[in-house]
């Protein structure tokens, strides 16, 4: 019999606020070791923690977005464990009534199609740093992190593949930085995942014993991990053994999980209300007004897209995956006189640099406009697709933006497309008469010699004949 991977998810987003939950030190990353750290953040005694607005109204954006439940009324919990950079103690948390109940999000693309339900999405406090690697025999302990606002979102044990629970975690990735909640640095720690995996023989409606892999800050690693972990499991079951429930951690350098601790549950947590925290109670109000301040939702953009741009489901898809890079190709598309070369343009010439560079949309290094004069000027016959390639790569390639527009440039450096059909064709005469070897490659049946033809008689134009003008002109002079 066959075995089915079961894979949930726990995705701990750091919140983009300026203050801490429970007091007012700064969140920025990269201070020098505990500069950030307030007396509420290393658990003095007589200090009491204050809520963060800022942090409730994200949690409140995430549910929505969700369309999970908003708790109006959710209670903060202490989570006790001992843990050498969690200063108090005890961790401030959510437990039996969180602040978000339910939800779903939907995962597309290629093949796939599934709406995965969540469980929960509650507020807590992050814990410090433990660094081992600058210290020789001693650990050093830097609490800049603790009481950095986190919405952990938990989902149902829904995912069925390695594959899948990487997908998950992408589109969760792109929700939380569409909504504006969370930067979602991977690398800084912005956005961490734990993946809880277990096996069963397809078919079994129970549940097998699960492991929890702790602390995944790459989509690629957590994919890994999770193939790992399934395949560990089976062989264990296989040999007669029992699976023990533990928490593990992935060396992506073996490229396996290792044992870390036994799985703590809930009981051995110990909650009980934080005593210091009053109920968190939301007004009807208060949920409207960040109801409405809403943009507006991947899925929601992409039909848009598809309807009102004409779109492929997945050129909006691949559009839609940021949503920096949605408002670009928007403003492309708005001031382009053809909205289906916008997209190309956006999915490749633009696309590709941000690739290359690590950049947003948001940083690229040519403006909407700039792209959609582009676009205008080889619709309209003033120039040509190359000639916009290059313009193209020559305002990215500035060391600063240029002062001057894409159509002043074209005037100003004569590169309107040549439109005089008589020059045309002389020259495609002289590349003719120059190239003899290449026009009887062409006649015995090699077409690629027309290329090599069509690229002279392009240098010859430096650069401004048309290209399919030239194409036409050369075959019917070759096969005249």
């Given at each position: 019999m066959s075995w089915e991977i079961v894979v949930g998810i726990e995705t701990h987003a750091q919140l983009a606020t300026r203050s801490k939950i429970?007091?007012?030190?700064?969140?920025?990353?990269?201070?020098?070791?505990?500069?950030?750290?307030?007396?509420?953040?290393?658990?003095?005694?007589?200090?009491?923690?204050?809520?963060?607005?800022?942090?409730?109204?994200?949690?409140?954006?995430?549910?929505?977005?969700v369309g999970g439940t908003i708790n109006r009324r959710s209670v903060f919990a202490r989570k006790n464990y001992f843990y050498p950079d969690l200063p108090k103690g005890y961790q401030i948390s959510q437990y039996e009534r969180p602040v978000v109940a339910g939800g779903s999000i939907t995962l597309a693309g290629g093949d796939l199609q599934k709406v995965v339900r969540l469980t929960r999405a509650h507020l807590e406090e992050d814990a410090g740093k433990s660094l081992h690697e600058d210290f020789h025999g001693m650990t050093g302990i830097d609490l800049n992190r603790a009481g950095t606002p986190l919405l952990e979102i938990v989902s149902e044990p829904e995912l069925r593949s390695a594959a899948e629970a990487a997908a998950y975690a992408r589109a969760m990735h792109a929700l939380v930085r569409w909504i504006g909640i969370c930067d979602g640095n991977m690398q800084e720690g912005s956005f961490r995942c734990d993946a809880n995996v277990s096996v069963r023989r397809a078919g079994d409606p129970l549940l097998g014993t699960r492991c929890e892999i702790k602390n995944l800050n790459s989509f690629r690693f957590l994919e890994q991990a999770i193939a790992y972990e399934a395949r560990r499991q089976i062989e264990i079951l296989e040999g007669g053994g029992r699976i023990e429930q533990e928490t593990r951690l992935f060396d992506p350098e073996r490229n396996e999980t290792r044992s870390m601790r036994s799985k703590e549950e809930a009981h051995d947590y110990r909650y009980f209300p934080d005593p210091d925290l009053l109920p968190l109670v939301l007004s009807e109000a208060q949920i409207e007004r960040i109801r409405g301040t809403l943009p507006e939702l991947p899925e929601a953009m992409r039909a848009r897209f598809v309807r009102d741009y004409g779109l492929s489901e997945q050129d909006a898809r691949t559009l839609t995956a940021d949503r920096a890079l949605a408002e670009y190709f928007e403003a492309v598309a708005n001031a382009a006189k053809d909205r289906k070369a916008a997209a190309n343009w956006v999915m490749g010439e633009v696309l590709a640099?941000?690739?290359?560079?690590?950049?947003?949309?948001?940083?690229?290094?040519?403006?909407?406009p700039d792209v959609a004069a582009l676009i205008n000027l080889v619709a309209d016959g003033s120039i040509n697709l190359g000639t916009a390639k290059k313009l193209f790569d020559e305002r990215w390639n500035a060391p600063r933006a240029l002062d001057i527009s894409v159509h002043d440039e074209v005037v100003v450096r004569d590169l309107g497309q040549l439109s005089d059909a008589s020059v045309v064709a002389r020259l495609v005469d002289e590349v003719l008469a120059a190239n003899p070897k290449s026009v009887a490659e062409f006649r015995a049946g090699k077409d690629k010699a027309l290329n090599a033809l069509v690229g002279q008689v392009m240098k010859a134009s430096r650069g401004k004949a048309n290209p399919a003008q030239v194409n036409d002109l050369l075959r019917r002079k070759l096969q005249g």
């Open positions: 429970f007091s007012g030190a700064a969140t920025a990353f990269g201070a020098a070791p505990n500069t950030q750290a307030s007396a509420v953040d290393i658990a003095l005694p007589g200090v009491l923690p204050v809520l963060n607005g800022a942090a409730v109204e994200c949690a409140i954006r995430f549910g929505l977005a640099r941000l690739n290359v560079a690590d950049a947003t949309a948001d940083q690229s290094k040519v403006k909407p």
